[in-house]
């Protein structure tokens, strides 16, 4: 899977959009850009994915560059809520021993203040 | 639906002891997973079981044993428990049918303490 890097923190005033930058320089062709976050002592959260087209669903929106080499997380009003660890994974999905696993870094630290 | 259920949600053991941190989930996934978490760290794969019938190693398997019970359970097992492995201890569950469906549900953890 490739390597991805992210900052280690952002914060962000409630009601504004959070926007928490992936790069992802060595991605491959069949590999998909997810995201997850961890609010504070909780499992993570499966949030989007994406190929190479921007996806949107009742979470989030995902920004994938045309190069795939970087990406971006969209909340677009965030909430006290959604302060929590954002993780931006890139892997190839599917079956089997060597695709199902899904791989974490240290992610992103988002805070929303009030 | 509760999704993915992990007992115990807390637990102290002495080092020496063992112990069987056990995983249910009820969506009919195929695959199961064993994560850890130590602070300030992401999440680190210890095993996993893409289908009934299979586990393999993750990235950190040392110290632990698994078994896929059935379709719904997959237990981690800590037979000699070192203070190494103070955690917090997630499992995980995913339907791998393509890329479409491949959201992982979690469950809410065990945090070990050993002494």
């Known amino acids: 899977d490739a390597k991805t890097t992210q900052p280690p923190s952002m914060d962000c005033a409630e009601g504004r959009a959070a926007n928490l930058p992936c790069n992802h320089s060595?991605?491959?062709?069949?590999?998909?850009v997810y995201w997850y976050r961890q609010i504070h002592s909780q499992g993570p959260q499966y949030i989007i994915h994406?190929?190479?087209n921007n996806e949107t669903n009742e979470m989030a929106s995902l920004i994938i560059t045309e190069d795939r080499k970087s990406s971006t997380l969209i909340l677009p009003h965030a909430t006290l809520r959604d302060t929590a660890v954002y993780y931006c994974?890139?892997?190839?999905?599917?079956?089997?021993?060597?695709?199902?696993?899904?791989?974490f870094g240290r992610g992103t630290q988002l805070t929303v203040w009030p | 639906n509760a999704g993915v259920t992990q007992t115990p949600k807390f637990q102290v053991l002495k080092t020496g002891q063992s112990m069987t941190l056990q995983c249910a989930q009820d969506?009919?996934?195929?695959?199961m997973y064993w994560y850890r978490q130590d602070p300030g760290m992401g999440l680190r794969l210890i095993y996993y079981?893409?289908?009934?019938?299979?586990?393999d190693k993750g990235e950190v398997p040392n110290g632990y044993n698994v078994s896929r019970l059935n379709k719904r359970e997959f237990s981690l097992r800590l037979e000699s428990a070192a203070p190494s492995q103070t955690s917090v201890y997630f499992c995980?569950?995913?339907?791998?049918?393509?890329?479409?469906?491949?959201?992982?549900?979690f469950g809410s953890g065990t945090r070990l303490t050993v002494v």
């Open positions: 994406g190929l190479k």
């Open positions: 995980a569950s995913s339907e791998a049918r393509g890329p479409s469906s491949e959201g992982y549900t």
């Open positions: 969506m009919n996934h195929n695959s």
């Open positions: 079981s893409a289908s009934e019938g299979t586990t």
């Open positions: 060595t991605i491959s062709g069949n590999e998909y």
């Open positions: 994974i890139v892997r190839v999905p599917g079956r089997g021993s060597t695709l199902g696993r899904l791989y």
